[in-house]
Each structure stands twice: as structure tokens, then as C-alpha cells.
């Protein structure tokens, strides 16, 4: 075969993923820094109240743990805290609110990015539509090519506003929180990493077969949509020949299979 016609390399899905995002990194840079400082706010808030209990509120308590005399000292220390017991209450409400202000600026980065990202696909996707052969045209089902302008772009968006998110705040946990439990309990924090590579693993094989499902799901929701549209195209003819009980049996039979390949 001649060298020049061959297909180039398929690039790897996170080499897919980074080209998909060009334009919108910084957003998605932002979107980062904003979940991790969220997580650390939020994960403040639970230590506060551990440290006031244990260094506080119980004497008898040994004071082997560093980081949680840290936060008492970082409040306003024992003595204080003693006497004004609504401190550690205030400092977790504000902790709380600008974790939560934080999780707020993150997520809207997110959508800004998901919704641009998916905005600039449909263009590219209605362009390249409108340029087709007539043979790939009369051969594809409209419905088809509908539901890759909408559904697909949609699932698309999906994935780019939540999922890739939440390999983001995988990241950080591993990052920002397994420090801070080394530095509680180094015990349980090696008991608990133990259980990372069964997960991975469950992970792999479970989504591994979800993929080939998920296929299946999109086909069906392709087919029910291609009838939907055949049907509200010439829903005067079927009206004409009395066919609105014959167009509601096609109907049931692709419906169903689209809710039970969902299902699974």
C-alpha cells in the first residue's frame, strides 16, 4: 500500500481529550484551582471540630497529633478557645462558606468551558453535515444525524462540565487529603490506600463493559429517534390513510428495546 494513503495513527482518548479542550485550558486551569481550594476548605472543617473536641472540650486527650494542635493554635489557641467556644463554630462556618463559594467559581469554569467546547463541535458537526454525498445522505437514517447534532453533543458536554471534573478531584484527594490522613493516622491512611488497586481494577472491567452497553444504548436511542422524525415528517399521510394505530406499534417495539438496553 502507498505510504501517502494510509490512515494516519488514531490518537490515545487523553490525547483526544486535550485536543477537544483547546482554547478552554485556562478555563479548566481556573476550574482546578477552584476545586482544590474548595476541598481544602471543606476538609478543613470536619479537623476544626476534631481538634476542639480532642485538644479542648477533653483534657485527657494525649497531644500526639501535630497537625490538629496546628489548627488550634491557628484559631486562637487552647486558652482562648476555652473561654470563647464560639470560635471554632465561626471558623467553620466561614471555612464551609468559602469552600462553598470556591465550588460555586469551579463548576461555573466548567460550564463555560463544557458549553463553548460543545457549542464549536456542533458547528464544525452541521458544516461537515452540509458537505456529505448525496449517497451517504439517502443511505443514513435523518434521525441518525439528528441525534449526533443534539444527544451525542450533549453526552459530550456532559462528560466535560462533570467527569473530567471529577478525574480533577481524584487527583487532588491523592494530592491535598492523603498527606493530612498520613499525618492523623498513618495506619489507617495505609490500610485505606490498600484498597485503591482493587478499585482501579474493579473499575477497569466494569467500565470496560458498560462501553460496549453504552454503544448499544446509543444505536437504540438513534433508531427510536430516526422514527420519531420519519413519523412527524409525514404524519399528513398517515392521517390520511387512518395508519395512527399501525405508526404507535412501530413505535412500542424500538421504545422498549431503547428502555431495556438502557436499563442494563
Excluded at 478499585?199 to 444505536?219: A, L, M, S, T
Excluded at 436511542?221 to 422524525?229: F, W
Excluded at 415528517?233 to 406499534?249: P, S, Y
Amino acid at each position: 500500500m502507498d505510504k501517502s494513503t494510509e490512515s494516519p495513527p488514531k490518537a490515545s482518548a487523553y490525547t483526544q481529550i486535550w485536543n477537544l479542550i483547546a482554547g478552554y485550558r485556562g478555563l479548566y486551569a481556573l476550574a482546578a484551582l477552584g476545586l482544590f481550594l474548595a476541598t481544602v476548605a471543606q476538609f478543613l472543617v470536619p479537623l476544626i471540630g476534631s481538634a476542639t473536641i480532642d485538644f479542648v472540650l477533653d483534657s485527657d486527650t494525649p497531644e500526639s497529633n501535630k497537625l490538629l494542635q496546628g489548627i488550634i493554635v491557628a484559631i486562637g489557641g487552647v486558652e482562648n478557645i476555652s473561654k470563647y467556644l464560639w470560635l471554632p463554630a465561626i471558623s467553620m462556618i466561614g471555612y464551609s462558606l468559602v469552600g462553598g463559594i470556591f465550588n460555586y467559581f469551579h463548576k461555573m469554569a466548567a460550564a463555560r468551558a463544557s458549553d463553548g467546547i460543545c457549542k464549536r463541535l456542533k458547528d464544525q458537526l452541521y458544516d461537515h453535515i452540509q458537505r456529505l454525498s448525496n449517497k451517504y445522505i439517502d443511505g443514513t437514517q435523518t434521525g441518525d444525524l439528528v441525534q449526533r447534532c443534539t444527544s451525542d453533543i450533549e453526552t459530550i458536554r456532559i462528560f466535560l462540565a462533570a467527569h473530567v471534573v471529577e478525574i480533577g478531584r481524584a487527583l487532588i484527594l491523592l494530592i491535598a487529603v492523603i498527606p493530612i490522613m498520613l499525618l492523623m493516622n498513618a495506619w489507617l491512611t495505609l490500610a485505606s490506600i490498600i484498597l485503591i488497586p482493587v478499585i482501579v481494577w474493579f473499575g477497569y472491567f466494569y467500565f470496560k463493559r458498560v462501553k460496549n452497553i453504552y454503544k448499544e444504548v446509543d444505536e437504540a436511542e438513534g433508531r427510536l429517534t430516526a422514527l420519531v422524525q420519519e413519523n412527524i415528517t409525514g404524519i399528513r399521510v398517515v392521517r390520511a390513510f387512518g395508519k395512527h394505530e399501525h405508526e404507535i406499534g412501530r413505535f412500542e417495539k424500538p421504545n422498549r428495546e431503547y428502555r431495556d438496553t438502557n436499563l442494563r
